[in-house]
């Protein structure tokens, strides 16, 4: 049976990749900021000043790294560091953008490729090149060469299959996204919406990029014909119509994360002998997620200092068995058993960030038309 931590830590994936539609969209949908209880210790520098700074770092809610990660970096400045939840990433630009040049915190987590044109035009961050930069991803650093925003960790959402229903029946499973059309894998597919689901608008974006933008929607013709089933959420695809899961659905095959397996394998228990579900390599979407300083801190110095503790060792290393990303910092060491249960895909699907930001509320819309309507 999977431990409440594994749903915890899956739970927490589906809201860490994309933006869903409805932020995306309209900044009403912004919700208010919520502080969280993730305060450094005061004590943690005994010869910093009587009222030390304290940096407020601005977060998704599945922003879950290990509770005293933040203890040496005040030990090491004197700052502290108090982390505010602002809901999904496409919340916390939406609300970035309304307070661009007096923000409510001095630090945002969480901008990810899909968001980052919409960031930038919005002038929400004030630019830095951290002294770390040359050892971070060098194809994420690509996405901001004016260093507005610093990337801080990868990841992939990708089609995930139940190894043993298909080893059961002797077929073989689904390897690309061409092959979800196929009768073979009529009525197997469950898909979280692109517009009320994060990873749901991954694989559309996924899609797009694989069929261009005058052949997806077509792609998602012939998936409706094959009976793909698109449901609200990744949680209600993965744990109640996905076979794999502790839900043990109808569904063989599902839309969720390169690194699902891993967390199927170390936070379950007993601990299987291989991993449950398997990731098609060949469908996933790369993700891409930063970290910049908000425009208009009275703490740019500090905010700073942060930036660069983030892309440390201590902190990036943190991140494979927290939030299940990989750490942006190359030199940074993975667990072994994340690599040993994980998928890397070698050549995954991307879009340019500027085509998502121009074209994302007509894909949307064509994508209502052809399934959900």
């Not at 994420?140 to 959402?157: H, I, S, Y």
């Not at 409706?224 to 043990?248: I, P």
């Amino acid at each position: 049976m999977k431990s409440t931590r594994l749903r915890q830590i899956l739970i927490a994936l589906s809201t860490i990749t994309l933006i869903t539609a409805a932020t995306s969209c309209s900044s009403s949908s912004t919700t208010d900021i919520q502080n969280s209880t993730q305060d450094t210790e005061d004590s943690a520098n005994p010869e910093s000043d009587t009222n030390p700074v304290t940096l407020t770092l601005l977060a998704y809610d599945s922003f879950t790294p290990t509770p005293s990660i933040f203890d040496d970096f005040t030990a090491q400045t004197g700052i502290k560091v108090n982390i505010a939840l602002g809901g999904d990433a496409g919340e916390l630009v939406t609300k970035a953008a309304l307070t661009a040049g007096n923000p409510e915190a001095d630090v945002l987590w969480g901008v990810d490729n899909t968001l980052i044109s919409r960031a930038l035009a919005a002038k929400i961050f004030a630019p830095y090149e951290s002294k770390n930069l040359a050892n971070l991803d060098p194809a994420a650093r690509k996405l901001v060469p004016n260093f507005e925003v610093t990337p801080v960790d990868t990841g992939d959402v990708c089609i995930n299959y139940d190894v043993n229903w298909f080893a059961q029946r002797k077929i073989a499973p689904p390897l690309t996204l061409r092959a979800l059309t196929s009768s073979n894998y009529a009525n197997l597919l469950v898909v979280p919406s692109p517009v009320s689901s994060s990873p749901g608008l991954a694989f559309m974006l996924a899609t797009i990029a694989e069929f261009g933008e005058d052949g997806w929607d077509e792609y998602w013709k012939a998936l409706k014909q094959n009976g793909a089933l698109v449901v609200g959420d990744w949680t209600e695809a993965y744990y109640t119509e996905f076979s794999g899961s502790s839900g043990k659905g109808e569904r063989p095959i599902v839309v969720s994360y390169g690194s699902s397996p891993p967390a199927e394998m170390i936070f379950a228990s007993p601990r299987p002998a291989t991993a449950p579900t398997a990731v098609a390599s060949l469908t996933c979407f790369r993700q891409v997620e930063f970290a910049g300083i908000l425009r208009g801190t009275k703490h740019e110095s500090e905010a700073k200092l942060l930036i660069d503790y983030l892309t440390d060792l201590k902190f990036q290393e943190d991140l494979p068995l927290t939030l299940f990303v990989y750490p942006a910092n190359v030199n940074a060491k993975l667990p072994d058993d994340f690599v040993k249960y994980s998928l890397r895909p070698e050549s995954p699907l991307q879009l340019d960030p500027e085509l998502i930001s121009r074209s994302l509320l007509i894909w949307l819309d064509e994508f209502t038309n052809i399934m959900l309507r």
